[in-house]
């Protein structure tokens, strides 16, 4: 497995923008294919975004196309998360998680490897 860890979180207005960070460490982290889910309280995690290892192709939740673009640089071992256009509804704990596969994702226990995750909190 590969070590995650989340930081970028925060609270901010409804409109605003924010970008998550995923430092991956204790594997070439070149090698897993990666994701974003989240949590809200008292729903169940749910998929955000994905990327192959290589980039080649991303995916995305309906609620979150044409607002939220996943991205990694390989070379420094970090995936990303660009939020634009936050809404009230995209509050929740966001986690990024791993896979030791070219293949992405939408559901959660197809990773195993896991962050600690991050709050992202926006108030309308």
């Known amino acids: 497995q590969v070590q995650l860890v989340e930081s970028g979180g925060g609270v901010v207005q409804a409109g605003a923008s924010l970008r998550l960070s995923c430092a991956a460490s204790?594997?070439?982290?070149?090698?897993?294919?990666g994701a974003w889910f989240r949590q809200a309280p008292g729903k169940e995690r749910e998929f955000v975004a994905a990327?192959?290892?290589?980039?080649?192709?991303?995916d995305y939740a309906a609620s979150v196309k044409g607002r939220f673009t996943i991205s990694r640089d390989n070379a420094k071992n970090t995936m990303y998360l660009e939020m634009n256009g936050l809404k009230p509804e995209d509050t929740a704990v966001y986690y990024c998680?791993?896979?030791?596969?070219?293949?992405?994702?939408?559901?959660?226990?197809?990773?195993?490897?896991w962050g600690q995750g991050t709050q992202v909190t926006v108030s309308s």
């Open positions: 990327i192959r290892r290589n980039s080649a192709f991303s």
């Open positions: 998680a791993g896979r030791p596969s070219p293949a992405i994702s939408r559901n959660r226990d197809a990773y195993d490897s």
């Open positions: 204790g594997r070439t982290f070149s090698a897993y294919s």
